[in-house]
Nanobody
Framework: RLEESGGGLVQSGGSLRLACAASGATWDEIAVGWFRRAPGKEREREGV??????????RYADSVKGRFTISRDNAKNTVYLQMINLNTEDEADYYCAATRIPEGCGQPEEWEYDYWGQGTKVTVSS
């Protein structure tokens, strides 16, 4: 089971740190990705970032490079997404997801991931 936390309301230019905690899994056997669904885009979830099992491979969407940082603490079964310099285009429901692919963490794309959290909302005011 995956559970996100850390969402909320922030002003444009502000920061948030999201956390994804897992239970019932061997954490270092799964890669984790962060996805987001913007308001009005009910079907589409954009892959934001992902991190491989041991953290050696990390990917970011071009839209967040230089502003978002993903990390994991396998001792705490938690993956973090540090977000700085947020803007209104970052406003979305953010989801973490897990996959057992043996290497890497995918592109990431939705179809590559099997387990999903319920999401946490990030609201950015201008």
């Amino acid at each position: 089971r995956l559970e996100e936390s850390g969402g909320g309301l922030v002003q444009s230019g502000g920061s948030l740190r999201l956390a994804c905690a897992a239970s019932g899994a061997t954490w270092d056997e799964i890669a984790v990705g962060w996805f987001r669904r913007a308001p009005g885009k009910e079907r589409e979830r954009e892959g934001v970032s992902c991190i491989s099992r041991r953290g050696e491979i990390i990917r970011y969407a071009d839209s967040v490079k230089g502003r978002f940082t993903i990390s994991r603490d396998n001792a705490k079964n938690t993956v973090y997404l540090q977000m700085i310099n947020l803007n209104t285009e970052d406003e979305a429901d953010y989801y973490c997801a897990a996959t057992r692919i043996p290497e890497g963490c995918g592109q990431p794309e939705e179809w590559e991931y099997d387990y999903w959290g319920q999401g946490t909302k990030v609201t950015v005011s201008s």
